[in-house]
T-cell receptor
């Protein structure tokens, strides 16, 4: 596709449910990032992939959060046993460059808005 | 650790007036600096970036920003606001010692009055 595609755009989950958020990056982009944006705040880094390798997961808030990118393209962010504090917009971004080349532009998707009741 | 402070969560200007959105950063090494814009229901879009070349950086839609090391600032300006500039603006910093990931400020919502 022309841009980064995320699905679902909106997800409502009951507390304790598991959710999966999908990111389809721009074709050929090596790097893929996940960010979490709480209401009224800026995006906060969750995790980073270079191709299929997860090189940095320092931002994942707990072991309930898990991300994968098995074939180096589509990525899934999974949240187990969701809690109310997980409510946020989850942003995916991709880039042509690896982590060492930050001067490459990050292209962001529109985000997946998760509401946990 | 790197951090970004955006002064003013909301800024309101009249159409045709100067836009000034403030950003101060903290970084232990020479940083890369970015401004992103987010229109309603859209993804973040890069406006401009500073990567240690010219200190005055020109971006899209008539925006520019100046890197001032002595003031640790990277304020965003536009000489004349347009209604279409209404959006949320995020300043971000990055550097090799944090793996070059982006650290964002809290954002500033720009309102343009007719």
């Amino acid at each position: 596709g022309a841009g980064v595609s995320q699905s679902p755009r909106y997800k409502v989950a009951k507390r304790g449910q598991d959710v999966a958020l999908r990111c389809d990056p721009i074709s050929g982009h090596v790097s893929l990032f996940w960010y979490q944006q709480a209401l009224g705040q800026g995006p906060e880094f969750l995790t980073y992939f270079q191709n299929e390798a997860q090189l940095d997961k320092s931002g994942l808030p707990s072991d309930r959060f898990f991300a994968e990118r098995p074939e180096g393209s589509v990525s899934t962010l999974k949240i187990q046993r969701t809690q109310q504090e997980d409510s946020a917009v989850y942003l995916c971004a991709s880039s042509t460059r690896g982590l060492a080349g930050v001067t490459g532009e990050l292209f962001f998707g529109e985000g997946s808005r998760l509401t946990v009741l | 650790a790197q951090s970004v402070t955006q002064l003013g969560s909301h800024v309101s200007v009249s159409e045709g007036a100067l836009v000034l959105l403030r950003c101060n950063y903290s970084s232990s090494v020479p940083p890369y600096l970015f401004w992103y814009v987010q229109y309603p229901n859209q993804g973040l879009q890069l406006l401009l970036k500073y990567t240690s070349a010219a200190t005055l950086v020109k971006g899209i839609n008539g925006f520019e920003a100046e890197f001032k090391k002595s003031e640790t600032s990277f304020h965003l300006t536009k000489p004349s606001a347009h209604m279409s500039d209404a959006a949320e603006y995020f300043c971000a910093v990055s550097s090799p010692d944090i793996g070059n990931k982006l650290v964002f400020g809290a954002g500033t919502i720009l309102r343009v009055k007719s």
